[in-house]
């Protein structure tokens, strides 16, 4: 039934605590970065400044960069690793995490200039490549049907349109910008004609106005606004009308990767449940005791190690250069699930203090909500594995 | 100038241990380890130094188990050059690895020894100091300054009651106090080269050391569990407590 498994080299999962040293190294960092850290940004509605910086510093936003470039070379599970443990900690990769997938993009479709010039500075965190600006107030999920459009004058694009949810934009060095270059009705496809802009933010001067929305999270998101921006030419990536397949394709890493994510929150949420239950006592025995609040714990567990499976595969295979689509897709659905479910055991454990900021959980718990939204919503996903791996009609 | 620098791996300093049933030791199965604290003091100090360029090469050496090898490696992350494991599972005392430590010290010369004043899991603090006796060489304990003067080493020792600077004609043998530096993180690009830094492996009996052990452990104990306090009404009654407690 399934292709892959018929190939004759064998795809490995590693089992475990994969990349020890590497999650060691991530912790030390997080560790100066407790609760109190991001209970402060958030109600100062900042960015991780400094948390980022040190990140970069020590080299762990360039994991995935090639050596060549400065970066280490790391496969996508490493990556995986890094916002796994950033998360596990209590704190949150949704300031960095952006660059890990993007980076892939520029890497695998942009030119030989454009890497020279731009990874260096990544991989050393000196250049921040944080936004991506894909979705627009109209269009949503059905991309293709992006409304900002960039027409060609000489050595330049003229860039007109509209984008929401671009998260950091305003704390990104450079963003990478999905626009239509030949409009609808002159397309062959409705997925052709889209190209991918690489938006050097530090030197734009006019043209771009963002606001910035204000969210039940801190991720420092916005809508951008573009009136006659210009960028020049040698920023596009890859080739004019095919950038709805690089999109795509880094589709599959981001999910991959934040996935990790979704796993670190799971086991955090799980790590202070089960901790809290077997301590407080109430009615004369630890509240763990009982089954209403063992059970859902236990529960939230399985689901992070069925998600952690999947999640493991999907990097592998993605590794291997094999289609990952599906267990991507299932990844995501899956942690972003194991996370909520391990977040509502962990709330209900704590019971009234699960409310009060000062124990994070309902911060964390209203982060792991919006995993089921974003970067795709579990319907997408569903409709993907039933239309494509399962070969049933379209739904949507 | 080469520095050698000895790591142990230890009990992580944030774990709380547990004693064997039996009292024959601390319990170490599926035990997180990590790199003895005042070890990563030491590294720290002798990696500045190199920085300063007023050394060339920093050696990283471990006594123990084939699992110290990832102590060393946690010392070649930081920066450190090379590696040399002594590999052992007998349990070793302050004596056999301070042995084994000055023949390492014949075999590469090097101009400074650091080492941690103590590790954390056994508190012995005599390895330092053994390891200056057999070598000869001075020595400048509990350090929390260090530098170098051509080939004087000048040494700020925390003691009893303050702050004593001593000036020791290398080569010498420092240990590290807490105050020495603030150990750095080993970044990502510096976790994967160490991983291709060479680690040497030798044993004991390679340098002519035995390790039997010379002292025997009769038992081991947690500390008793503290008693819980009392609430006192008055300033006379408080007085009259701590008379019957004989303590004034």
């Known amino acids: 039934m399934d292709q892959r498994v018929t190939d004759t080299e064998m795809t490995m999962v590693p089992l475990g605590e994969d990349y020890p040293e590497i999650r060691a190294g991530v912790r030390a960092i997080c560790d100066k970065y407790p609760g109190a850290y991001w209970r402060k940004l958030e109600k100062d509605d900042e960015y991780a400044d400094d948390f980022v910086n040190e990140l970069s510093a020590s080299g762990y936003l360039g994991a995935l960069i090639p050596e060549e470039y400065g970066g280490s070379g790391l496969p996508l599970r490493a990556g995986c690793v890094i916002l796994e443990e950033i998360h596990y900690s209590g704190g949150s990769a949704a300031a960095c995490h952006a660059q890990m997938y993007m980076m892939g993009t520029m890497l695998r479709h942009g030119s030989e200039e454009q890497k020279q010039r731009y990874l260096p500075g990544i991989a050393a965190g000196t250049i921040r490549f944080q936004a991506f600006g894909v979705t627009e107030p109209t269009t949503g999920s059905d991309t293709t049907q992006l409304k900002t459009r960039a027409v060609r004058q000489g050595d330049k694009y003229v860039v007109n349109g509209q984008k929401i949810w671009t998260s950091r934009a305003h704390k990104s060095d450079l963003m990478t910008l999905l626009v239509r270059t030949t409009a609808l009705d002159q397309v062959k496809r409705r997925t052709d004609g889209l190209s991918v802009l690489l938006v050097d933010l530090r030197a734009v001067k006019s043209g771009l106005t963002m606001r910035r929305i204000e969210t039940m999270i801190n991720h420092q998101t916005n809508e951008l606004f573009f009136d006659d921006l210009e960028v020049p030419v040698e920023n596009l990536i890859g080739e004019e009308g095919q950038g709805f397949r690089y999109i795509l394709d880094g589709m599959n890493a981001e999910r991959i990767l934040v996935s990790g994510e979704m796993l670190g929150d799971a086991r955090y949420f799980i790590a202070r449940a089960s901790k809290y239950a077997g301590e407080r006592v109430v009615f004369g025995n630890p509240i763990g005791k009982n089954q209403g609040i063992q059970f859902p714990i236990a529960r939230a567990y399985a689901e992070w190690k069925a998600a952690d499976m999947v999640t493991r595969a999907a990097a592998a295979l993605f590794q291997a250069g094999k289609p990952c689509g599906e267990e991507a897709n299932t990844a995501k659905l899956l942690a972003s699930e194991a996370a909520w479910h391990a977040g509502e055991a962990c709330m209900q454990t704590f019971g009234g203090f699960a409310a009060a900021k000062e124990f994070d959980i309902e911060r964390k718990w209203r982060e792991a909500r919006v995993y089921q939204i974003a970067p795709i919503s579990t319907n997408m996903i569903l409709a993907y594995i039933g239309q494509h791996v399962l070969g049933m009609p379209r739904s949507y | ?248």
């Open chain 2, 1 to 248: 100038m080469k520095i050698l620098v000895a790591v142990k791996r230890v009990v992580d300093k944030d774990i709380k241990i547990r004693v064997k049933p039996d009292q024959s030791g601390v319990d170490l199965a599926n035990v997180k380890m990590s790199m003895n604290p005042f070890d990563e003091i030491a590294v720290e100090e002798a990696l500045r130094l190199r920085e300063k360029g007023q050394a060339t090469e920093v050696i990283a050496v471990s006594i123990g188990p084939a699992q110290a090898a990832e102590t060393i490696r946690t010392a070649l992350a930081m920066g450190a050059d090379r590696g040399i494991l002594v590999k052992s599972d007998t349990a070793l005392e302050p004596l056999a690895v301070a042995k084994i430590l000055k023949a390492i010290v014949d075999q590469e010369q090097p101009g400074l020894v650091i080492l941690g004043k103590q590790a954390i899991d056994d508190d012995s603090n005599q390895t330092g100091q053994m390891l200056a006796a057999l070598t000869g060489w001075p020595q400048g304990t509990f350090a929390s300054k260090l530098t170098l003067e051509g080939s004087d080493v000048v040494v700020t020792r925390e003691v009893d009651g303050g702050l004593q600077t001593v000036k020791l004609r290398g080569p010498a043998i420092v240990t590290t106090d807490l105050r020495l530096n603030e150990p750095r993180y080993a970044s990502l690009p510096n976790i994967m080269k160490a991983k291709k830094k060479p680690i040497d492996e030798k044993t004991p009996d390679a340098y002519g050391v035995d390790v039997t052990p010379r002292l025997e452990v009769l038992k081991t104990i947690e500390p008793s569990s503290r008693q819980a306090g009392i609430k006192v009404g008055s300033v006379t009654e408080l007085v009259g407590k701590l008379k019957e407690a004989g303590v004034i």
